[in-house]
């Protein structure tokens, strides 16, 4: 686990693609060209790298359209995988050892993200996923298998994940889509949660900025990967505190502190992976204009009930009746309650976040194993994901178009 090839480095986009992102409204177009040179932990020093130098030195399959096109067969509106800000993902087959296209449902399967075609829009994101998921190795992270750059052109290859994303199984409705069982989301915490920590962690020191549902995709066993480096962006170095950054991201998800003054920390990533913790444990979208009036923001409307102990089941996921323990419940509601504080300060780390997860994921085992025992105690459950034998699990590889998430402007 760790970085898999050179010590961390920065990406430096070349200066004739810095177009602005139609997903991201921002006033800074030199965002990443623009970072100040810092030094690491690492025992190489970080050096900032041209475009050229990240595409040689990642390791990465570099992959020609026509290959992609193939692989995709001319990307099939009905191999959509999901959608995002910069464009949309595909289901291909790829020859698992010379990579080349193969036969659909022969060798491997891939996702390829192809990005919108508006004038270079998205570059810098697509450079920078490149750059930092083309470094690191870690099972809480998707893993990127290629690129291709060819023209107008920008794709990127990654393993396909094929359970989709966390934010299908928390919020749509229908047979595709049980809901995730309590057991499934602490683990799905747990695993993202460790993913954050590790690029948090001296060793790699990088601020994801765009931790969200529908960033955090899920494999065959429901391991949970993040996912879109778009946004990614190496933190504070000496005695810096944070980084000036345009404001980016996505509307409900991102921290206070870093809206108001564009200053970004790791700690802007906290309070993100606090808003996801919220919305598994009550099943509510962090922005959600269906719902009543003051209840459109779940942060807000939550925020009250997460302290007490007695009005703690009024957020909680119906869903889910049955499955907890009203004290694990009551503590991963405060563990969420403590990564939203408005003072930075007083979020927990990522790895004390992973600590505190861990020991839910124990007594959730626990208790699954005396409800195991009790079959009085099975009687209330409705049906979730992770209950069902395997047949009955819905065909990940089948599942349906999401619509594009929220996105953020300032
Ligand atoms: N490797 C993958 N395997 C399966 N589905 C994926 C994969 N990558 C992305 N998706 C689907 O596509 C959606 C958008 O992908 P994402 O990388 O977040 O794009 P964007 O950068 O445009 O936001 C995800 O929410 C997910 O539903
Ligand atoms: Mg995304």
Not at 160 to 165: A, I, T, V
Not at 291 to 296: D, F, K, M, N
Not at 365 to 371: G, H, I
């Given at each position: 686990?760790?970085?898999?090839?050179?010590?961390?480095i920065?990406a430096?986009?070349?200066?004739?693609h810095?177009?602005?992102?139609?997903?991201?409204?921002?006033a800074?177009v030199n965002?990443?060209?623009r970072?100040?040179?810092?030094?690491s932990?690492?025992s190489?020093p970080p050096t900032?790298?041209?475009e050229?130098?990240?595409?040689?030195?990642s390791n990465?399959?570099s992959f020609?359209?026509?290959?992609?096109?193939?692989?995709t067969?001319?990307?099939?509106?009905?191999?959509?995988l999901g959608?995002?800000g910069?464009g949309s993902?595909?289901?291909g087959?790829?020859?698992e050892?010379s990579?080349?296209?193969?036969?659909?449902?022969?060798?491997?399967?891939?996702?390829?993200?192809?990005?919108?075609?508006?004038?270079?829009?998205?570059?810098?994101?697509?450079?920078?996923?490149?750059?930092?998921l083309?470094?690191?190795?870690?099972p809480?992270?998707?893993?990127?298998?290629?690129?291709?750059?060819?023209?107008?052109?920008?794709?990127l290859?990654y393993e396909?994940?094929?359970?989709?994303?966390l934010?299908?199984h928390?919020?749509?409705r229908?047979?595709?889509?049980?809901?995730?069982?309590?057991?499934?989301?602490?683990?799905?915490?747990?695993d993202?949660?460790?993913?954050?920590?590790?690029?948090?962690?001296?060793e790699?020191?990088?601020?994801?900025r765009d931790?969200k549902?529908?960033?955090i995709?899920?494999d065959?066993?429901?391991?949970?990967?993040?996912?879109?480096?778009?946004l990614?962006?190496?933190?504070p170095t000496?005695?810096?505190?944070?980084?000036s950054?345009?404001?980016?991201?996505?509307?409900?998800?991102?921290?206070p502190?870093?809206?108001?003054?564009g200053?970004?920390?790791?700690r802007s990533?906290i309070?993100?992976?606090?808003?996801?913790?919220?919305?598994m444990?009550?099943?509510?979208?962090?922005?959600d204009?269906n719902?009543?009036?003051?209840?459109?923001n779940?942060?807000?409307w939550?925020?009250?009930?997460?302290?007490?102990?007695?009005k703690i089941?009024?957020?909680?996921?119906?869903?889910?009746?049955?499955?907890?323990?009203l004290?694990?419940?009551?503590?991963?509601?405060n563990?969420?309650l403590?990564?939203?504080s408005?003072?930075p300060k007083?979020?927990?780390?990522?790895?004390?976040?992973?600590?505190?997860?861990?020991?839910?994921?124990?007594?959730t085992?626990?208790?699954?194993?005396?409800?195991g025992?009790?079959?009085?105690?099975?009687?209330?459950?409705?049906?979730?994901?992770?209950?069902?034998?395997?047949a009955n699990?819905?065909?990940?590889?089948?599942?349906p178009?999401?619509s594009?998430s929220?996105?953020?402007?300032k």
């Open positions: 686990m760790g970085i898999c090839l050179s010590a961390r920065k430096e986009t070349s200066p004739s810095t177009g602005e992102s139609s997903k991201h409204v921002s800074d965002d990443i060209s970072s100040s040179s810092k030094s932990s690492s190489v900032p790298r041209s050229g130098e990240i595409l040689q030195s990465l399959k020609s359209f026509a290959d992609l096109k193939m692989a067969r001319n990307f099939r509106p009905d191999s959509v959608e995002g910069f993902v595909f289901k087959w790829i020859d050892n990579f080349a296209a193969s036969k659909p449902g022969t060798g491997m399967i891939i996702a390829v993200k192809k990005l919108n075609l508006e004038s270079f829009q998205g570059h810098k994101e697509w450079l920078a996923e490149v750059n930092y083309g470094q690191f190795c870690h809480h992270l998707v893993k990127l298998i290629g690129y291709c750059l060819e023209d107008e052109h920008r794709l290859v396909f994940m094929p359970r989709g994303s934010e299908n928390l919020f749509r229908g047979s595709y889509f049980q809901p995730l069982s309590w057991n499934l989301r602490i683990k799905v915490a747990l993202a949660a460790k993913g954050l920590a590790f690029l948090h962690s001296a790699t020191k990088v601020i994801y931790f549902t529908s960033n995709l899920l065959t066993n429901y391991t949970a990967k993040l996912s879109d480096f778009g990614a962006k190496d933190g000496g005695d810096k505190s944070h980084v950054t345009r404001v980016m991201g996505t509307y409900g998800y991102a921290a502190e870093y809206l108001a003054t200053h970004l920390t790791v990533d309070y993100s992976f606090g808003v996801v913790l919220l919305e444990l009550s099943g509510r979208r962090a922005v204009k719902r009543p009036s003051g209840e459109h779940l942060v807000e939550a925020r009250p009930y997460l302290t007490n102990k007695r089941f009024r957020i909680l996921d119906s869903r889910l009746e049955g499955q907890y323990s004290d694990v419940a009551y503590k991963a509601a563990l969420a403590r990564c939203l408005t003072e007083f979020r927990p780390s990522m790895d004390e976040v992973v600590k505190e997860l861990d020991q839910f994921n124990d007594s085992k626990e208790m699954a194993n005396t409800l025992n009790q079959t009085t105690g099975q009687r209330h459950r409705r049906r979730s994901a992770g209950d069902l034998p395997k699990v819905v065909s990940a590889a089948a599942y178009r999401p594009a929220p996105l953020f402007t």
